[in-house]
Each structure stands twice: as structure tokens, then as C-alpha cells.
């Protein structure tokens, strides 16, 4: 800087109060950035920054500079100096004394002394040599130079090493370089070496893998030693990547490589340089060993050398060193091509990539290598000994496979994508190594397979874990290339389909007798109580739907491959076990004709109504075992089983859209098998070919349940309202109300029974199904109310004036069930209760018309069943009009029924009568026998004819005999 006349100098205060504030600067220049001009205080911050980043201290390079200065005022501009004159230049206007400490002297002397003999050991006289040689002896010698000798003697010793180094100098370079000297080649070991120390000044001392903010400034300053030192552009890039890529080494810093490869490039995309340079940088040599043999390199050849093996060593096992790091991965790849495939030295590169071929080539071999011996050097290390599977309980085989799987995910997330920048099928090269290195450890244990034990099926998981990410590994290249390795198959796929078809059925097997037995006791333990406040339903369904559960969940959990048989082998054994269970809870309903009250037909007498003395039959005798049932089935456990049905309705939906969504989870691999047919491309059509047929499994199976689970809420449904008006209100209702009168029995006294009902089922019932529930209840009170009217008995007839009161008994009830809006709708509540009110209106007839509507009926009896009907009944058929005429309070109904059906009067039919000698008229007990709950019969077309015959042949005599007399 001094012989190039760059402006330093400052006042000495200022100088030592910067330097005093310079570290406190130096830690904050991050955070504080000042736009400075050139001037000399800026200078003279500059230089400071060099002499802190190289650690020279204040003393020293005042004492230094006052030296150079010294030296420096008795030279014209623009001579040439040297490093050897710096250096006796320094060693004659420095003493002992100029130090603060003989140790700081002493290595400073002799940093001179071998300075001078590095620079002017090339020296080919002997005498020369040697006396050279001696001089710098007594230099070193401390007591000689430094205690014996008088400052005239150690000029003179001086001199003599002057004119050595001034001979040197003024001899004419090599290269006919500009501004060359004989240094340039003869000492340029040690100029490279001074340039490196003096451009690693840029790194932060205080922080080594940051560069400072001044670098730009002082790069320029370190420029003007490129003609002392013998530096060329091209040796400053090279020299200044080599820096930078040492520290980078030491810091792991990427953006240190980011400068680094930046500084290659330079070098390589530089502007060719003349003959004469290239031949001074080639004259650079350097040598190193390789086989035993020494090769000799030039300068640059040598640095790219060192680069590109230090990349090549992290690059071979680049699994351990790069993990997680794609960044960093990617700068170090590409360095390593970069300095490698400039450079290339054939004793080198043939034995590491396998031959010398273009530079592609040499490429493509380079990755491939780093790929295998990876990869090789991976798989050491997950490999487990047969002494650490003894201490774990994890199969080896699992273990490795998981760890495989690790190496793949780094593979596509971070090896893959950097390295198919320069070679495309770097990621089938590693699919197909690490499958046939798994597979040859896998074969002997496939063969040993027999059953589905844990240890099988978690090794065929994980298996089948890794042979996906090896086939999406593999895949993830058939995008980017047409080679023709990538359209056929990736590799031979392991045989996992084929052996865990047949043991997956039979666990299945195993699972639908465990499944059934666990039902069927949970069935035998149900007391048909809620499982809680908020779980209406009952413990054993909640317990079948977690057996199922588990058992779809262990299912899913083999991650083994399936096909549409497993599926639909599953769905079978859930069909099975519930199907079974809503057996168990229909087979314990008892028929709900059982409960009917049966009583035949009687007429209406005046003399015997409304007291009679005799008792009436007024229900079929029940055998013990459905009394026993019906006892059982109390309305609180029917609700409970109602419930249960709903519940059902909604987990068989929750079950089934987990099951659809575990199947279609399940990659397609997994589904079919993985064959040598397949390719990846292949892979994912098949799954939605089955589409339908999984649809049709859906319905054949659990549609099958949701319907039978509907079915049975109808059925017991029906049952429950039915029950609690014909059996457990039978004696209020069916056997009380309106019995010997309607004024005396009016509804009003059986309302609380009812809203006691109601308020009973409405707590237990489940909100979804209390609607329906109530309208079964709503439908059998009015059902119940039909039977009043039409098979009361002989201790019911009804008058106009009961008619009334039976129809205000009736609005009384639907406003009941309708409750304010809060119960069932008024619309339907109404819609029901038609049927009824037509029965009440067909007493509101004159009897003529009644009668005549039943001579009209009997003419057009037909056997279509389809007519429009209230509980299988309809208001013309004849059996109705009969039972309304029957319980008509009237004398001409009365005289019509004995004359013309022979039917007894109430005050005949007794405890002992029964159906068969009750009436006279065979049609009529035909008739009676037929309707033991006031329903037709369904039998055959053939009685339907004979009972149309019969009732013509009676109409044809009403019509020509008078029966008004």
C-alpha cells in the first residue's frame, strides 16, 4: 500500500481513537451501516480493519510503518520493490530494543530470516549458497546478531544478502508477463501463502464464518500486491475460492460455499487467458500422491483437486453427512462437478468413476458412484447383528425396512430432485438397490410364513410400506425421462399379495366366531336398561359395535394388500353378527294378535241393556309363556330397544364411511398386489374399476341392516302401541270405557293413564324416533276405539246422543297428542283418526240406509285386497255395516239382525256361549269365526268366492221379503 502512494496517514490521536473503538464497531456493523466517500479518514479505517482482522498489534505496525516509511522516502516513485527488500529493509532499521518482549523480537527475526532463505534458496552457485546460508545462520543466533555484532558489521552482513536478492531481481522473467519477476515462479510457494493469509483478513475475527461488511474495499486493497506477489485474475479467483472453501470446511456455512462456487465459476467462464499466462499458471506446479506414484499438478489443477475430493469423500455418503440439508446438499453437488470435471486427472478419475469418457459421461459416472457407495454405506449402517435383535423386541426385518423407508423419504424430499439435475435415473438406480437389498433378507423369512402371527403381519406391513415408497421413488423419474428402463417394471415385486391373501381370510374366519360368541353374550347379559342419561341405548349394542370396531380397525391395520374378496369377506362378518343380534331382540316380540280381545256378535236388546248379569268373555286365554314375555317386554324396555334399533341406524352409517375411507386410503398397490406387469404408471387405475362392485357391497351387507334395523322400529313400534292400549290399558280402556253407557265411562277418566304413557315413553325414547313412537300410540288408541265400536260386546250400544259424546271423546284425544303444537302434528293426528270418524258417521245413519248399504256390499264382495282400508278394514264392507248395526241402541237394527241372521240378543250371550253355537246362521258364524280382531282373513281366493255366494243368496232374500213387519 505504501509503495503504491495509497493516502493513510492521520493524525496520531485520531488514529489511536479509532483503534480504540474499532472492536465495539466491529461487533455492530451488522445492525449500523455508514455510506462513507473516499477520503483518507476512510483509508485509514480500512487499513485499521486490516491490521485488526490480521491481528497485528498497534505497537507492531507503528513500528513497521515507520520503518517502510523511512525506507520508502529515498525511493523514486514507481520503482519496483520486492518481498525480500521489505524483509532487509525491516531487519536494518528494526532492533532489539523496538520490541516490547525478546520473544516477540526473536520470532520476528526469524520470520525475516526464513523469508529471505525461502526467497533465495533457488540460487545455483554454491559459494553463493553457502555464504547465504551462513549469513542467515548468524541472524538467527540472537548473541552473535544481536549482542556481538556492531551495526556496521550486520550492515554488512545485510549487504551481502542485498546484492543477492537486488541480482535476483533485476533478473528478466520467465514469461515476458508485464510487471513479472524472477519471485513470481522461483518463490511462489511462499507468495501463494502470504495472499491466503492475507485474504482470509476478510473473515470476522470475532465471528469466522461471516464475512466483513468492508470485504469489497479491501479485496481492492489486497489487489495491490498481485504485482509484488505474482498474482494473476484468474490465480485470484482460484486462490479466493480455495480460501473460501477452506472456511466454509471449518464453519459449515453455506453461504461460504455460495462464494466459493462463485469464485469457480469465475474461473471457468473467464475470458481465455494469453500463451504466456497460461503458461506461467501451468508453471505453478504442485504434486501429490495417488497408487503409490507422485503426479505433479499445476496450481489450479491442485486446487480443484482438493476441492472436488473433499466433496467427493461427503458426496459418497451422502446420506449421513447431508441429511435434512437439500440446500446445502445441492451447492456441495455442485462444486463437486464443477472443480471435478474441469480438472481432470486420468490416474485419479479412472479408478474412482470407472474410466475417462466426455464430460457428460464423466458426470453421469460421478453420480452414479455417489448413489452406490451411499446407498452401500446407508445400508451398513441400518443393518442389525443377530445379538441386537436378541435385546429387542422389534423384528429386525421391520426395523430395517423402517429405516429403509427413512432413506427413501431423503431420497425423494431432498437426494433425488438435486442429483436428476445432472443424471435422470438416479432415483431408479437407488429404488431397485434398496429393494433387492431389503429382498434378499426378506426371501428366507417369506418362506417360513404360515400364519398371520405378530411378528408376520408387522413384517409384511412394513414391507409393504417400503416396496410403495421404493415404487414411488422409482416413478417419480418416469415423468422427467423416456428411457427405456423407466417404462417397464421397476423390479421384482415381492410376493406379499400372494401369501397374505389366504392367511388374511382365514384370521377373518377366525374373527367372525369370536365376534358371534362375544354377541351372544352380550345379549345374554342385556337387562334393557340405558346406559346412561345421555346413551339411551343399551350396553350390548354398544359393546357389538366396539368388537366390530376393533375388529375393522385390526383389519385396516395390516397395511397388507387386499382385494375385493377381504372387503367383502368383512362386510360378511359384520352383516352376520348384527344381523344376529336384531335376530336375538325380534324373536323376544310376541305377535301383537295375542292381546286382541275376541268377542262375537251380538244384538242389541232393550230388556237386557244396559245391565247384564252375565259375564263376558272378553280376550283369548294366553298361554304362560307369552304372559311371561309380555311381562318382560315392559314398555320402559321396549323403549330401550327402540333406541338400540336407532343407534344401530346411526353407527352402521359411522362404520360404513370409516370402512369406505380406509379402503380408499389404502394405496393400490396395497388392493391388488404388486405384480411384474405393473408399472407405476399403472398402478392407481385400477382402484376405481371396483368402484361399483364396492357400492354393491355396501347395499348387499349393510343397506341389508339399515333396513332390518327400519323394519324392526315399525314392528315394535307397532308393538309398543299397541301393548300399552291393548294390554297394559286394557282393563281402563278396552273393558271399561263406555261400558253399560257412554255417559257414565267418558274418556275424560282415562287421560291421565294416557299422558302417564306419554310422558313415560317420551322421557325414554331417543328425540329422533319419539314421533313415530307416539303416532304408534296415537294410531292403536284410535284402533282401540274402532274396536268399541265394532266389537265392544254385548255390554256396548251406542245411541245418537252417545255418537255426540264418543266424537267430543274423540277431539279430546287428538288434542291430547297434539299437545300444543308440541306433540304430533295436527295434520296427521287428523289424517289418522278419518277412519274413525266415518265409523261414527255410519251410526249417525238412519238404519234403513246402513241396511241398505249393506245389501249394496254383499252384491259387489270382491276379492281385491287392495281397497282402501283402516287396519285392514273398510267402511263398506259387510262386516263392518253387520258390527254397526250390531251396536246400534236401535229396535229396527235389533229386529233386522234376529230376523235375517239369526243373532241373540246381549242378554243371551253368556260365559258359556261360544262362536259356533251362538248363531244360527252358517254364514254369520262363518263370518264371526273369521274375525277374531276384526280383520278379514287372508286366506285363499277360493273362501273369498264362497263367502261373495253366500252373502248374495242372503241379500237376494232381504230383497223379497218384507222385514219391516
Not at 957 to 964: G, P
Request: with cysteine.
Amino acid at each position: 500500500m505504501m509503495f503504491s502512494r495509497v493516502e493513510i496517514y492521520s493524525a496520531e490521536a485520531k488514529k489511536r481513537e479509532k483503534s480504540a473503538r474499532f472492536l465495539g464497531v466491529l461487533k455492530n456493523r451488522r445492525e449500523k451501516r455508514h455510506v462513507e466517500h473516499e477520503s483518507p479518514d476512510r483509508n485509514l479505517k480500512i487499513h485499521e480493519t486490516i491490521r485488526m482482522q490480521m491481528q497485528i498489534s498497534e505497537a507492531t505496525d507503528t513500528l513497521i510503518r515507520r520503518r517502510l516509511t523511512q525506507f520508502t522516502s529515498g525511493k523514486p516513485c514507481g520503482e519496483d520493490v520486492d518481498v525480500p527488500q521489505l524483509s532487509l529493509a525491516l531487519l536494518t532499521g528494526i532492533l532489539r530494543t523496538d520490541f516490547p518482549s525478546e520473544k516477540s523480537y526473536i520470532h520476528w527475526k526469524n520470520r525475516q530470516a526464513n523469508i529471505l532463505e525461502e526467497l533465495l534458496s533457488s540460487d545455483h552457485n554454491k559459494n553463493r549458497k553457502q555464504m547465504i546460508g551462513a549469513s542467515l545462520a548468524k541472524i538467527r543466533n540472537p548473541e552473535e546478531w544481536d549482542l556481538k555484532m556492531s551495526p556496521s558489521e550486520r550492515s554488512d552482513f545485510l549487504l551481502v544478502i542485498r546484492q543477492v536478492a537486488l541480482a535476483f531481481s533485476s533478473m528478466p522473467g520467465r514469461f515476458g508477463i508485464e510487471g513479472e519477476t524472477y519471485y513470481w515462479t522461483t518463490g511462489y510457494h511462499l507468495n501463494i501463502r502470504l495472499y491466503e493469509k492475507i485474504l482470509c483478513s476478510i473473515f470476522d475475527i470475532l465471528e469466522e464464518s461471516q464475512i466483513i461488511e468492508e470485504a469489497e474495499e479491501v479485496l481492492e486493497l489486497i489487489k495491490l500486491t498481485w504485482s509484488m506477489l505474482g498474482i494473476t485474475q484468474k490465480l485470484h479467483h482460484a486462490l479466493f475460492a480455495w480460501v473460501l472453501f477452506q472456511q466454509f470446511v471449518a464453519a459449515e456455512d453455506m453461504a461460504l460455499l455460495d462464494y466459493a462456487l462463485r469464485e469457480v465459476e469465475k474461473v471457468l467462464s473467464g475470458e481465455v487467458c494469453d500463451d504466456r499466462e497460461v503458461a506461467y499458471t501451468n508453471s505453478l506446479t504442485c504434486s501429490t500422491f495417488s497408487n503409490g506414484h507422485e503426479i505433479r499438478l499445476s496450481l489450479l489443477q491442485s486446487i480443484f483437486l482438493s476441492i472436488s475430493s473433499w466433496c467427493d469423500s461427503k458426496l459418497q455418503d451422502y446420506h449421513l453427512h447431508f441429511s435434512q440439508k437439500k440446500l446445502f446438499f445441492e451447492r456441495v453437488v455442485a462444486m463437486g462437478l464443477s472443480a471435478g470435471n474441469e480438472v481432470f486427472v486420468p490416474q485419479i478419475n479412472t479408478e474412482q468413476f470407472g474410466g475417462v469418457g466426455t464430460s457428460s459421461e464423466l458426470v453421469t459416472g460421478k453420480i452414479r458412484v455417489y448413489v452406490e457407495k451411499s446407498l452401500d454405506a446407508a445400508c451398513r449402517r441400518v443393518t442389525y447383528s443377530p445379538s441386537e435383535y436378541i435385546k429387542d423386541t422389534i423384528h429386525p426385518l421391520v426395523t430395517l425396512a423402517n429405516e429403509l423407508n427413512l432413506i427413501v423419504e431423503e431420497d425423494l424430499s431432498i437426494f433425488s430432485p438435486v442429483l436428476s439435475q445432472w443424471y435422470h435415473e438416479c432415483a431408479m438406480i437407488s429404488a431397485k438397490k434398496l429393494h433387492q437389498f431389503y429382498g434378499e433378507r426378506l426371501k428366507p423369512f417369506l418362506r417360513d410364513v404360515t400364519s398371520l402371527t405378530v411378528d408376520v403381519r408387522k413384517v409384511l406391513s412394513a414391507t409393504v410400506a417400503l416396496e410403495a415408497h421404493l415404487i414411488k421413488l422409482h416413478a417419480s423419474v418416469c415423468k422427467e425421462t423416456e428411457s427405456p428402463s423407466a417404462n417397464g417394471p421397476a423390479f421384482d415385486y415381492f410376493p406379499i399379495a400372494e401369501i397374505s391373501r389366504p392367511i388374511i381370510l382365514d384370521w377373518i374366519v377366525a374373527q367372525h366366531e369370536r365376534i358371534l360368541e362375544w354377541t351372544a353374550r352380550a345379549f345374554e347379559l342385556e337387562d334393557w336398561e340405558p346406559l346412561s342419561l345421555q346413551q339411551k341405548q343399551a350396553a350390548s349394542a354398544v359393546e357389538v359395535f366396539r368388537i366390530i370396531e376393533e375388529t375393522v380397525d385390526q383389519f385396516f391395520e395390516f397395511s397388507l394388500p387386499m382385494d375385493i374378496t377381504h372387503l367383502q369377506a368383512l362386510l360378511s362378518i359384520i352383516f352376520h353378527s348384527l344381523d344376529a343380534y336384531l335376530s336375538k331382540m325380534s324373536f323376544q316380540l310376541v305377535e301383537k294378535k295375542s292381546f286382541y280381545p275376541s268377542t262375537p256378535l251380538t244384538r242389541y236388546k232393550e230388556t237386557a241393556f244396559p245391565i247384564v248379569k252375565k259375564k263376558v268373555v272378553e280376550h283369548l286365554v294366553l298361554d304362560d309363556e307369552v304372559h311371561r314375555q309380555l311381562d318382560i317386554l315392559a314398555t320402559s324396555k321396549l323403549c330401550i330397544r327402540l333406541n338400540t334399533y336407532r343407534y344401530i341406524q346411526k353407527q352402521i352409517t359411522v362404520l360404513e364411511d370409516g370402512i369406505r375411507k380406509s379402503w380408499e386410503a389404502i394405496t393400490p398397490c396395497r388392493i391388488y398386489g404388486c405384480s411384474a406387469d405393473m408399472t407405476p404408471g399403472t398402478l392407481g387405475t385400477s382402484v376405481d374399476l371396483n368402484d361399483e362392485s364396492v357400492t354393491e357391497l355396501f347395499v348387499a351387507t349393510l343397506d341389508c341392516i339399515r333396513d332390518s334395523a327400519c323394519h324392526a322400529i315399525k314392528r315394535t313400534c307397532d308393538f309398543l302401541g299397541a301393548k300399552i292400549v291393548f294390554w297394559d290399558m286394557r282393563d281402563s280402556f278396552l273393558f271399561n270405557l263406555y261400558h253399560g253407557g257412554v255417559e257414565g265411562n267418558r274418556l275424560d277418566g282415562l287421560l291421565p293413564q294416557f299422558d302417564s304413557a306419554l310422558n313415560n315413553v317420551c322421557r325414554l325414547i331417543d328425540e329422533t324416533i319419539r314421533d313415530l313412537v307416539v303416532s304408534s300410540i296415537y294410531k292403536a288408541s284410535l284402533e282401540g276405539f274402532v274396536w268399541l265400536l265394532l266389537d265392544g260386546g254385548p255390554s256396548r250400544a251406542f245411541s245418537d246422543t252417545d255418537i255426540s259424546m264418543i266424537e267430543e271423546d274423540l277431539s279430546v284425544l287428538e288434542d291430547l297428542f297434539v299437545a300444543n303444537g308440541e306433540g304430533l302434528p295436527r295434520s296427521l293426528v287428523e289424517e289418522e283418526s278419518k277412519f274413525v270418524h266415518q265409523i261414527l258417521s255410519l251410526f249417525s245413519l238412519q238404519t234403513q240406509s246402513v241396511i241398505q248399504m249393506l245389501m249394496e256390499s254383499s252384491e259387489h264382495i270382491s276379492v281385491d285386497t287392495t281397497s282402501p282400508r283402516y287396519a285392514q278394514r273398510y267402511l263398506g264392507d259387510a262386516q263392518t255395516l253387520i258390527r254397526v248395526l250390531c251396536h246400534k241402541k236401535d229396535r229396527e237394527a235389533s229386529k233386522f239382525l234376529k230376523r235375517h241372521y239369526q243373532l241373540p240378543p246381549s242378554s243371551d250371550y253368556g260365559e258359556t256361549s261360544s262362536e259356533d253355537s251362538s248363531f244360527h246362521s252358517p254364514l254369520l258364524a262363518d263370518i264371526v269365526k273369521r274375525s277374531a280382531s276384526f280383520r278379514w282373513s287372508d286366506k285363499s281366493q277360493s273362501s273369498f268366492k264362497f263367502m261373495k255366494k253366500k252373502f248374495q243368496e242372503t241379500t237376494w232374500d232381504i230383497k223379497h221379503v218384507s222385514w219391516s213387519k
